[in-house]
C-alpha cells in the first residue's frame, strides 16, 4: 500500500530507517544484499520474527474479513455490469445512447475507498472479459486530459496483461506501445483499438460502422451479443471531487460512444445518490441508466475487524484500554478511516515488539515456551523490571526463592511458562466473559456500558468496573426487570458465551482450561437462574397474596386524611421504604444470581490491567502518548514549541528558559521575533518591532538612535523567516506594518 | 423519391422537412448548399433523422461519390480532434495515419482530395461546441465549400437558432431549417408505432422474471391489440405531456409504464376492456414514474428511495466523523452569522447589548432579512475553527486530523471554497453549501442546538 496515496488527508509518519521496521511484504522484497546493516540486525533479532509474524497474521485475518464484507455489494455490483453488457438491456434497445452505470454510496473518506475499488477492479477483470480503468479527480482537471487518461488507461492495461492471443496481435501491440503518446489518446483512437482488439473476427464481415449499423436495423440482439463481448468499466472513485462541467461532457461522450463502446459508468459516491443529481442536469441524466448500491457503513466495518479481529482470542497481543479507546475515537471522531486505524494498530503492534527481545514471548503459547530458551540476561532483566513483576515478587514468601527469582535468570526461565500460561489464560477468560458481559448490558435503555464490545472492553481494562456508578446503574436496571426479561437476557448471555467457547476458543492453545473455568462458572449461573425461574413459580401465590392486602391498603389509605403536604411525604417515604425492606423470594434470587455474576466472573476475570497477573506487560501495550505523538500530526503545535522554547529540540545549553515566556538574548533571533510577535495585536509596527528586537538582542543599553546595521539585518531575516513560515504577511494597507496570521 | 419515403416511414409526422432537406442534399445534378443549420429542441428527432438520410443516401449512392462524415462536437475538447475526426471519415485512410495540427492543414487535405464528381457532406451534431473553439473555426467551416473547392456541406445540428453563432468576425449565412415540436397527436402517433416493441420488451421481461404460467401469460399479451396501446397512450399522455415532451424520453417511459398498466391484466384481476379500473390501478405508478423522468433507474424496486431529495432523509443516511459534524455545524454558523454577533454568541461576559431604536427596528425581523433565507456568506478557516472551539464543549488539539477534516468536507461538497482556494496564507475563505434543515437533523444527532447560536432565531 503506498501510504502516499491520501496525501490530501493528512500528514504521514515514513518510517525511517533508524526504526527499520517494515511489514513484511517489504522485507521480503529488499532481500539480504541491499538491506542496510541495521535492518539485518533488526530484522534477525526474535522479537521482529514475532513481530512479523503476529502481524502477518492479522494482516491476513483483517483482509480476509474485508473481502468478505465487501462481497455481497462488489457481487451484486459485478452481477449489474456482467447484465448490463452482455445480455443487454431489452427496454432500451434501440435507444443506443444510454450507458449503464452504478452509483456505489461508499462513505466519507474517500481515500480508504480505493482500495475497494482496485477489489472490485479485480472481481470484474476475474468474472468477465473486460477492460477498467480507474479514472480519478485528479486526472480530470480538464476535458482534455480527462479523456486522455481514460483512453490512455484502457490502451495500457490492456497491455500489460497481454490475453492469450496469436504472434501476429503482440506484434501490433508492440508496435502500438511504441507509437502512443499521451496527446494522442482520444476516442477515436480507443475506438480503433477496441475494433482491432476485440471484434476483430467481424471486422471482414462488415468493414465500416455504416454496415454495422446497417444490421442492427434487422437484429438488434444479435448485434448486441457480438458487440457487447468485451466491455469498457470506467470507475470514478470519487464523485464528489470532479468538476461537474467536465463531468457532463465526459458522459456526453461516452453516451454518443455507446454505440461502437460498450461503457460501463462506475461511480463512488461518499454523500448520497443526490450528489449525482444535483451534479448532472436533465439531458445528461437522460443519458444515464443508475443503479445505486450500498456498501457497509465505515462504523459498521471497523466493529467488524475490531470484534473479529482485534478483539480475538487468538491473538496475544492487546491493547490497552487507554490505547484501544484512543485508536477507536481518532477513527469515530475524526476521520472513519479503516485504513489509518490498521495502520495506526500495526504501529502499536511495532511499538511494542521494539521494546526489546523479551516481547518476543508475546505470541501464542507454544512459541513463547520454545522463545524462553532465546532469553538473553538482558532480557531477563527486562522481564523483572515490569511493573507488574514486583508484587509477584512480593507475593512469594520464601526469601531464597525470591533471591533466586531476581539472581537466578534459570530459576525465572523455570517459572516462566506457568507465569506466562496465567497470563494467557486471564486474556482468554476475559475476552470470554466480555461476550457475556455484552449480551447482559448491551441493550439496556440508554446503555450506560454501550453498546458494543469495544467499549466495554476499553471501559473494562481500564478501570474497576465494580465501582464504576455506570456499572452500578447496569446492575439496578437489571434487577428491575420482570422475571421473563431477566431469564431470556442472562440465558440468551449464557448460550451466546457458550457459542463463543464452540466457535472461537476450541481450537486454541490452552482452550480445555478455559473452558472448565467457564462452564463451572456458566453451570453455577444456570442453577442459578433456574432458582430464579422457580421463585417465580412459588410466588405466583405470594405475588397475588401480597397484593391482596395492598390494595385494600391504598383505598385506607386514601382514606387516611393527611393534614399537611409534609404528612403526605413522610407517609409516602415509610411506605417506600417498606417496600425495599420485603424482597420477594424472586427478588432475592435475582440479586443473587447477580452477585454472582459480580463477584465470580466480573471482579475475577474481567479485572483492570491493574489487577492483571503478573508480566501481562509483555502482552499488553499501554503506552499511548508515544502513539499519540507519532500518529497524530500536531504541525502548528511543534512549531509553536520550537520556536517558543527552542531548547525543547536543540537541547543545548544557552537557552534553558525557567518560563515559556522569558526573553533571552542567546535564543536563534527567529525565536525572539515570534515572541515578540505572539505579543502584539492584529497589526504589527514594524518599527517598534525592530525595537523591541534590539532590546532583548543587544544587551549594550544604548540610546543610539541609529540601530546597529548588523541587528538590523538579523531583524530583518528574522521576519522574512517569519513570513516564510506563514505567520505574518506584510500588510499592503498600512505602511511598515505586518499582518499577523494566526492567533 | 424513395429515400423520402423510407425515412418517412421511419419517423412519421416529419415528411416536410425530410422532402426540404431531400431536395437540398439529394440530388447529384446540382451543387450542393454551403452549409445548411439545423435546430430544434431536444427529442425533435434532428440528429437521429439527419443520420439515418445520410446513410440512405449512401447506400442508395456509390460510396465514392457520397462521402458522409458525421461527428459529435462534445469530444472535439480541441479543434485538432474535430478536424482528425472528419478527416478520418471522409479520406478512408488508415486512422493512425491522419494527423491534421490546424485548420490550413484540414483545407490543404480536402483539397487533395479533390475528384470530379464525388460529393461530400460533414455533419455536426451539437455544433453549439463550435463556438468555444478558435475564432477562425466556425466562420471557415460555414465556407468549407469555398475553401476547399469540393462539392461539399456542412451540415450544423444544434438546439440553438443560428442568432446564438453570431460572432464579431461575421459568419455566411447557412440555410436554417427548423424542426419543430412536435403536437400531442403527433407524439401519439410516433409513439403508438412503438407497439411491437413494448409488447416484446413485456414478453422478454416474464421470460426472465420466470413468472408462473407464463404462457398463458404470453398469449395474453399477443392479444393485446393497437387500440388498447393507444387508448393507454392517451392515458399516459395525459399525464406526462405537460412534465416532458422529449420523444425518446415519452418513449421509455411509455414502456416501463406499459408493463405497470398490464400487471392488473395479467394476474387475471381486471378484465382488459375495464379501463376505468385500469386507469385507477396504473395512477399511482404514473405519478412516481413522473417524478424519476429522466433519471434512468436500474433498479425499478429501489425507485422510492432515489427521490428522496428530502434533506433530512439526507442528512440521516450520511456518515460524518463527529468532529466533521461539528466543524460542518460551526460552518454553518459562521456563514449565516455576522461576524460582529460572534462575540455576544460565543463569548460568555460579552457585556450588555445596548438597545437602539435602530436595533429593536431591526429585531422586527422580515422573512426577507432572514440570513437564513439571503444565503450562505464567507468566512476564514480561522473564524470557523474559532466557532468550531466554542461550541465544542471537549478540548481539542489542533491537529493534522482535524484540519483535514475541513478539506474533507470541502470534497464532499459541504463546504465550498469562495476565494484564495490555493493560497496557502490563511485568507482563503470558505462557505456552507448545506441548508438549515441538513444542520438542525445533523446537530440533533450530537446533540447539539444550532438555533441557539443563530442571529436569525434570537
Not at chain 1, 98 to 125: K, M, S, W, Y
Not at chain 2, 146 to 163: D, K
Amino acid at each position: 500500500m503506498d501510504s502516499t496515496i491520501s496525501v490530501s488527508k493528512g500528514c504521514f509518519v515514513f518510517k525511517g530507517a533508524a526504526e527499520g521496521k517494515k511489514g513484511g511484504a517489504i522485507k521480503r522484497k529488499l532481500k539480504d544484499d541491499n538491506a542496510t546493516n541495521l535492518q539485518t540486525q533488526i530484522s534477525k533479532q526474535p522479537f521482529y520474527s514475532t513481530y512479523t509474524d503476529t502481524w502477518r497474521s492479522l494482516e491476513i485475518h483483517i483482509d480476509q474479513l474485508q473481502s468478505q464484507s465487501y462481497t455481497k455489494t462488489l457481487e451484486d455490483v459485478v452481477q449489474y455490469v456482467e447484465n448490463e453488457c452482455i445480455v443487454g438491456n431489452t427496454d432500451t434497445y434501440d435507444m443506443e445512447e444510454i450507458v449503464p452505470a452504478a452509483a456505489l454510496l461508499t462513505g466519507v473518506n474517500q481515500p480508504d475507498h480505493l482500495e475497494q475499488f482496485a477489489t472490485l477492479t479485480q472481481r470484474i477483470l476475474e468474472k468477465m472479459s473486460a477492460s477498467v480503468c480507474m479514472l480519478q479527480s485528479r486526472d480530470c482537471s480538464t476535458l482534455k486530459s480527462a479523456v486522455e487518461t481514460m483512453v490512455y488507461n484502457f490502451i495500457e492495461c490492456a497491455q500489460e496483461r497481454p490475453p492469450q492471443s496469436d504472434l501476429e496481435d503482440e506484434d501490433t501491440e508492440k508496435r502500438e506501445r511504441k507509437r502512443l503518446r499521451r496527446t494522442q489518446c482520444n476516442m477515436r483512437q480507443l475506438v480503433h483499438w477496441y475494433r482491432r482488439k476485440y471484434i476483430k473476427p467481424y471486422h471482414n464481415k462488415d468493414n465500416e460502422d455504416d454496415g454495422v449499423d446497417d444490421e442492427e436495423e434487422h437484429s438488434p440482439h444479435a448485434k448486441q451479443r457480438t458487440k457487447r463481448s468485451h466491455a469498457l468499466v470506467v470507475i470514478l472513485p470519487d464523485f464528489e471531487c470532479f468538476n461537474t462541467t467536465i463531468l457532463q461532457d465526459l458522459i456526453l461522450i461516452l453516451s454518443a460512444y455507446y454505440a461502437h463502446l460498450p461503457f460501463v459508468l462506475i461511480f463512488g459516491v461518499a454523500t448520497s445518490v443526490s450528489a449525482v443529481h444535483n451534479a448532472l442536469p436533465y439531458h445528461v441524466t437522460s443519458k444515464v441508466k443508475l443503479c445505486v448500491f450500498k456498501t457497509q457503513t465505515a462504523p459498521v466495518c471497523l466493529n467488524e475487524i475490531l470484534e473479529r479481529v482485534i478483539l480475538s482470542p487468538k491473538y496475544a497481543f492487546h491493547l490497552s484500554g487507554k490505547a484501544f479507546k484512543f485508536l477507536t475515537h481518532i477513527f469515530l471522531y475524526y476521520d472513519f478511516s479503516i485504513h489509518g486505524f490498521i495502520q495506526g494498530y500495526k504501529y502499536c503492534l511495532m511499538e511494542h515488539f521494539f521494546q526489546g527481545n523479551a516481547y518476543a514471548l508475546c505470541s501464542n503459547y507454544t512459541a513463547s515456551l520454545n522463545q524462553i530458551k532465546n532469553l538473553s540476561h538482558e532480557d531477563v532483566e527486562c522481564i523483572r523490571r515490569l511493573l507488574s513483576f514486583r508484587p509477584y515478587v512480593e507475593s512469594i514468601n520464601d526469601c531464597k526463592r525470591i533471591i533466586a527469582i531476581l539472581t537466578d535468570d534459570n530459576y525465572l526461565k523455570k517459572k516462566l511458562p506457568q507465569l506466562l500460561r496465567d497470563c494467557h489464560i486471564h486474556f482468554m477468560l476475559l475476552r470470554i466473559f466480555l461476550e457475556f458481559l455484552t449480551v447482559l448490558t448491551g441493550d439496556l435503555p440508554k446503555c450506560p456500558l454501550g453498546k458494543q464490545r469495544r467499549e466495554l472492553y476499553s471501559f473494562c481494562l481500564s478501570k474497576e468496573l465494580r465501582d464504576q456508578p455506570e456499572f452500578k446503574e447496569c446492575w439496578q436496571m437489571l434487577s428491575f426487570m420482570s422475571k421473563d426479561e431477566f431469564v431470556s437476557k442472562v440465558s440468551k448471555a449464557i448460550s451466546v458465551t457458550e457459542d463463543f467457547l464452540h466457535s472461537e476458543i476450541v481450537d486454541l492453545e490452552l482452550a480445555e482450561d478455559c473452558m472448565t473455568t467457564v462452564n463451572e462458572k456458566l453451570q453455577a449461573l444456570k442453577d442459578l437462574l433456574t432458582k430464579v425461574v422457580m421463585s417465580g413459580m412459588d410466588e405466583k401465590s405470594p405475588t397475588n397474596s401480597t397484593a391482596a392486602p395492598s390494595t385494600p391498603a391504598t383505598p385506607e389509605a386514601n382514606k387516611q386524611k393527611f393534614t399537611s403536604r409534609q404528612d403526605l411525604k413522610e407517609h409516602l417515604l415509610q411506605m417506600s421504604k417498606q417496600h425495599n425492606k420485603p424482597s420477594s423470594e424472586y427478588a432475592q434470587s435475582v440479586a443473587q444470581t447477580l452477585l454472582y455474576i459480580q463477584n465470580e466472573i466480573i471482579i475475577k476475570y474481567m479485572a483492570p490491567l491493574t489487577r492483571s497477573p503478573p508480566l501481562h506487560e509483555l502482552f499488553v501495550y499501554s503506552d499511548v502518548s508515544t502513539v499519540r505523538r507519532h500518529i497524530i500530526g500536531a504541525p502548528r503545535a511543534a512549531l509553536h514549541m520550537a520556536l517558543n522554547n527552542p531548547h525543547y529540540y536543540l537541547q543545548c545549553k544557552c537557552c534553558q528558559l525557567s518560563e515559556s515566556n522569558q526573553l533571552l538574548a542567546t535564543l536563534p533571533d527567529l525565536s525572539v521575533a515570534y515572541k515578540l510577535h505572539l505579543e502584539c495585536g492584529r497589526m504589527i509596527n514594524l518599527f517598534d518591532w525592530l525595537q523591541a528586537f534590539r532590546s532583548v538582542v543587544d544587551d549594550i543599553d544604548n540610546e543610539q538612535e541609529q540601530v546597529d546595521p548588523q541587528i538590523q539585518a538579523r531583524f530583518t531575516r528574522a521576519v522574512a523567516e517569519l513570513q516564510f513560515l506563514g505567520y505574518i504577511k506584510m500588510s499592503k494597507r498600512k505602511t511598515d506594518h505586518a499582518t499577523r496570521l494566526t492567533w | 423519391m424513395d429515400v423520402c419515403k423510407t425515412i418517412t416511414e421511419k419517423f412519421p409526422c416529419r415528411k416536410k422537412i425530410v422532402k426540404e432537406l431531400i431536395n437540398l442534399i439529394s440530388y447529384d445534378e446540382e451543387m450542393f448548399p454551403n452549409a445548411i443549420h439545423i435546430h430544434g429542441h431536444t427529442g425533435t428527432g434532428k440528429t437521429t433523422i439527419i443520420k439515418h438520410l445520410l446513410k440512405e443516401s449512401v447506400r442508395r449512392n456509390n460510396e465514392n461519390v457520397f462521402n458522409v462524415a458525421f461527428v459529435n462536437c462534445v469530444e472535439s475538447y480541441s479543434s485538432r480532434i474535430l478536424f482528425e475526426n472528419i478527416a478520418e471519415t471522409l479520406c478512408s485512410e488508415n486512422a493512425e495515419e491522419v494527423k491534421v495540427e490546424n485548420l490550413k492543414d484540414f483545407v490543404e487535405r480536402l483539397r487533395q482530395l479533390k475528384t470530379e464528381d464525388t460529393r461530400y457532406i460533414i455533419a455536426l451534431d451539437n455544433a453549439e461546441r463550435l463556438r468555444d473553439m478558435e475564432a477562425n473555426v466556425l466562420p471557415s467551416i460555414l465556407r468549407l465549400q469555398e475553401l476547399s473547392g469540393l462539392n461539399l456541406c456542412v451540415i450544423l445540428i444544434t438546439q440553438l437558432p443560428l442568432e446564438k453563432f453570431y460572432c464579431k468576425t461575421s459568419i455566411d449565412e447557412p440555410i436554417i431549417v427548423y424542426f419543430p415540436q412536435y403536437t400531442k397527436s403527433e407524439t401519439l402517433k410516433i409513439l403508438s408505432a412503438d407497439f411491437k416493441n413494448a409488447q416484446n420488451l413485456l414478453i422478454s421481461q416474464l421470460q426472465r422474471n420466470k413468472t408462473e404460467n407464463l404462457e398463458q401469460k404470453i398469449d395474453v399479451i399477443n392479444t393485446v391489440s393497437r387500440d388498447f396501446f393507444n387508448n393507454y397512450l392517451n392515458l399516459f399522455l395525459g399525464v406526462f405531456y405537460k412534465a416532458c415532451r422529449d420523444l425518446s424520453e415519452l418513449k421509455i417511459t411509455a414502456r416501463k409504464c406499459f408493463t405497470y398498466y398490464m400487471t392488473p391484466i395479467l394476474e387475471g384481476n381486471v378484465d382488459m376492456s375495464d379501463v376505468s379500473r385500469l386507469w385507477r390501478c396504473v395512477a399511482g405508478q404514473l405519478r412516481t414514474a413522473l417524478m424519476q423522468v429522466y433519471i434512468r433507474n436500474g433498479q425499478p424496486k429501489s425507485g422510492a428511495e432515489l427521490n428522496d431529495k428530502d434533506s433530512v432523509k439526507i442528512a440521516q443516511s450520511l456518515e460524518l466523523p463527529y468532529y466533521g459534524k461539528y466543524l460542518l455545524i460551526a460552518a454553518f454558523i459562521a456563514s449565516y452569522n455576522s461576524s460582529k454577533e460572534d462575540k455576544r454568541l460565543f463569548v460568555k461576559n460579552h457585556g450588555k447589548r445596548r438597545k437602539r431604536m435602530q436595533a429593536v427596528n431591526a429585531k422586527a425581523k422580515v422573512a426577507e432579512k432572514m440570513s437564513t433565507y439571503i444565503g450562505p456568506k464567507s468566512f476564514s478557516v480561522d473564524r470557523l475553527l474559532a466557532i468550531f472551539y466554542a461550541i465544542l464543549e471537549e478540548k481539542v488539539g489542533l491537529t493534522c486530523n482535524l484540519l483535514s477534516q475541513i478539506s474533507t468536507l470541502v470534497n464532499l461538497k459541504l463546504l465550498s471554497f469562495v476565494s484564495g482556494e490555493n493560497s496557502m496564507d490563511g485568507t482563503s475563505r470558505l462557505q456552507c453549501t448545506v441548508g438549515l434543515e441538513f444542520i438542525v437533523c445533523i446537530s440533533q444527532v450530537v446533540g447539539f442546538n444550532v438555533r441557539q447560536y443563530l442571529c436569525d432565531f434570537n
